[in-house]
């Protein structure tokens, strides 16, 4: 067996020059972990992920979940609604600002 590199992830590449370790965690645990248990479907975890990330206010962690999402099954529709839905449990601010960006991701 022949040790290969790691290959060098999303969290590497955006803040690995700043923060390795915080970019490793992010890596290995979340996503090479947490995201690959299968008691939640991954298209599950995007609708949770996107929901948490609206409620928090998280514009920019929202941008890169709303294209994971889409990649993992959600629509453009089911996203909206999603976040429609949102407005009355998280606030109509965080659900303008979460609709604001997705009609950004959706037009790119």
């Given at each position: 067996m022949t040790d290969q590199?790691?290959?060098v992830g999303g969290g590497r590449r955006?803040?690995?020059d700043v923060a390795p370790k915080l970019a490793a965690l992010t890596d290995d645990v979340l996503f090479e972990d947490v995201w690959v248990r299968t008691q939640l479907?991954?298209?599950d975890r995007s609708l949770i992920t996107v929901a948490?990330?609206?409620a928090g206010g998280d514009a920019d962690q929202l941008r890169?979940?709303?294209r994971r999402a889409m990649e993992n099954g959600l629509t453009e529709t089911?996203?909206?609604e999603a976040i429609t839905h949102l407005a009355f449990y998280a606030g109509w601010p965080k659900a303008m600002t979460g609709i604001s960006?997705?009609?950004q991701v959706f037009s790119d």
């Open positions: 590199p790691k290959q955006s803040i690995g479907a991954a298209r948490a990330l609206v890169f979940h709303l089911e996203l909206i960006v997705a009609g």
